[in-house]
């Protein structure tokens, strides 16, 4: 006779539209959604079938406290193979001795990078979030702005490029302890090498936040900062098209070690292993040599929409683009226009990006004069310069006319055919 006893495991269809029709509808609309609109937030990217599927993965059920051989849960020898072959790959990327693959996010991996290296008060130098800074630069709204003294550093007013001269004055002046590189809207190359002298020449701990630009820098667009910087702490899920997450690189042996016991335990608990086996998925991609060509596609397209958007009247900050996003200054092309409703307005035409402070922006960060433009994920999907032109045509009749909803259908339409030419999950 069979035991009866009540069946908690849930029903298990293959297809997960059966077992919860009402959430895997919302997926579906998304995913419709991403295959039809244009893309252009500059830190998104479609991230590949593969990451998708390790992200899916039964990883998710297992909790593995601790690192590789030493964890804290018995069960843990497989998922110990799958961190070491992210930690693995993510070093061979970029030329570092120890990667620390279980930040959750990049914001997780500032502050485990603070958490290592840093005491409450001290002080820290970095980029300004309205010049192109993180809110975990020292926004005085987050966590870091709160528990550390960080003086603020931007760009010149001349040539809106970052402001070297400025950083090197502030370092004397104040003495931080640790100079921040790196920001989330800024069009320019960030050079290491300069920073790393100004550190030096104060005694200070460098760390490069290349969240924007991991791609770029895996594929050779950008300088690599690891073994320049003291620790350069990224994002897997922008540029370099993983899944969502954070990593922290050192060449270090006892930074290494401060770094570690800042993820864990100083800062999360379980590692989400499926995440980090999906970040392995794509630091094999990004070591391919065909990742090589999409980083320079990236920048070549973001100079071509920039060029196009400059041809349309909008002015371009800095003049142009060394990376994979640009800046758009909406008040030459209209006065009256805020980035607020040029986001609104383009949001409704089925393109994408977001409103953005442009250097010395009179306007708050929820208003903005400025749009915020990234190539990574249209690229990802194929487009090339020719594309890019249609897309700054398109951007420019919508502005122009930002009120008018047929104008914003018609575009809608025009960006419909588009993409089904470019469709990232055919
Ligand atoms: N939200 C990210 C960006 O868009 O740049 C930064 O965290």
Redesign the pocket.
């Known amino acids: 006779m069979p035991i009866e006893r009540p069946n908690f495991v849930p029903d298990q269809p293959v297809d997960p539209h059966d077992a919860d029709p009402e959430l895997f509808g919302i997926v579906d609309r998304e995913l419709e959604r991403q295959n039809t609109t244009l893309q252009l ?4 990217n479609f991230a590949s079938r593969a990451v998708i599927a390790a992200t899916g993965s039964v990883l998710t059920n297992k909790y593995s406290e601790g690192y590789p051989g030493k964890r804290y849960y018995g069960g843990n020898a497989i998922v110990d193979e799958v961190e070491d072959l992210a930690r693995r790959r993510v070093c061979d990327l970029f030329g570092a001795t120890h990667a620390n693959v279980q930040p959750h996010s ?2 997780n991996a500032n502050l485990a990078a603070y958490l290592a290296v840093l005491e409450a008060g001290d002080t820290v130098l970095g980029m300004r979030l309205d010049q192109g800074g ?2 975990t630069h020292g926004s005085p709204v987050n966590i870091s702005g709160r528990f550390y003294n960080f003086v603020s550093y931007g760009v010149t007013e001349s040539d809106e490029r970052l402001d070297y001269e400025q950083l090197a004055e502030l370092a004397e002046q104040h003495r931080p302890k640790l100079i921040v590189a790196g920001a ?2 800024y069009p320019r190359v960030i050079e290491p090498a300069p920073i790393r002298a100004i550190a030096d020449s104060v005694g200070a701990l460098f760390m490069f936040d290349a ?2 630009v991991a791609g770029l820098i895996a594929g050779g667009a950008h300088p690599n900062p690891v073994g320049v910087a003291d620790i350069v702490t990224f ?1 897997t899920h ?1 540029t370099l098209r993983g899944p969502r997450g954070g990593c922290i690189l050192t060449n270090d042996a006892d930074l290494a070690k401060a770094i570690d016991k800042a993820v864990f335990p100083g800062l999360q608990g379980g590692p989400l292993e499926h995440v980090i086996a999906a970040k392995a998925v794509a630091f094999r991609e990004a070591a391919q040599p065909e990742f090589r060509q999409y980083a320079a596609q990236i920048v070549t397209n973001a100079r071509a929409l920039a060029s196009a958007l400059g041809a349309e009247g909008f002015r371009i900050v800095s003049g142009g683009t060394d990376n994979h996003l640009m800046l758009v200054d909406l008040r030459p092309f209209d006065a009256d226009l805020t980035g607020k409703l040029a986001q609104e307005a383009l949001d409704r035409s089925g393109i994408t990006l ?1 409103k953005n402070t442009v250097p010395n922006d009179p306007r708050s960060p929820f208003v903005t004069s400025g749009l915020r433009i990234g190539t990574p994920a249209v690229t990802t999907a194929g487009m090339g310069e020719a594309e890019m032109v249609v897309i700054a045509g398109l951007i420019a009749r919508v502005l122009r006319h930002p009120e008018d909803t047929h104008e914003s259908a018609a575009v809608r339409d025009e960006v419909a055919v588009l993409c089904s030419k470019f469709t990232p999950y055919p």
């Open positions: 937030i500059a830190s998104e990049g914001a993180h809110l989330t809207a969240a924007h994002t922008k977001n």
